[in-house]
């Protein structure tokens, strides 16, 4: 049986849920900024730095080449720690909270008198 939407409500206001969205903000937001900072680096030295990534470093690779390649090598990386870091940190707490959601006590109203106190 599916939860109700205030069962919704009720896991979305919890301490654990909380945990979750702080957790995922707290690598999401830094790693975000990061990888623009670098892409942003990478932009600005090919639009005003020609000289700088026109140097050859090895035969005709040269550093524009470079940090073309670390910018894939950086996307990839960023994938993967995440991948780790959500199977460590995320995953565990989210199954928890799904868990709790789909098979915890329902929030219906308690026993009464009438019903002679059987749910």
């Known amino acids: 049986m599916p939860a109700s939407a205030e069962r919704y409500l009720e896991v979305q206001r919890s301490e654990e849920f909380a945990q979750l969205r702080h957790r995922l903000r707290s690598y999401i937001f830094p790693t975000t900024v990061a990888f623009i900072v670098w892409y942003s680096l990478y932009v600005l030295l090919s639009a005003y730095a020609r000289d700088f990534m026109a140097i050859k470093v090895i ?45 915890g006590p329902a929030a219906e109203p308690a026993a009464t008198a009438t019903d002679g106190g059987k749910a």
């Open 59 to 103: 035969g005709n690779i040269n550093v524009a080449l470079i940090f073309g390649v670390l910018q894939f090598v950086s996307t990839f990386g960023i994938a993967w720690h995440y991948s780790r870091y959500a199977a460590q940190k995320l995953d565990p707490l989210a199954d928890d909270i799904y868990n709790e959601l789909e098979n």
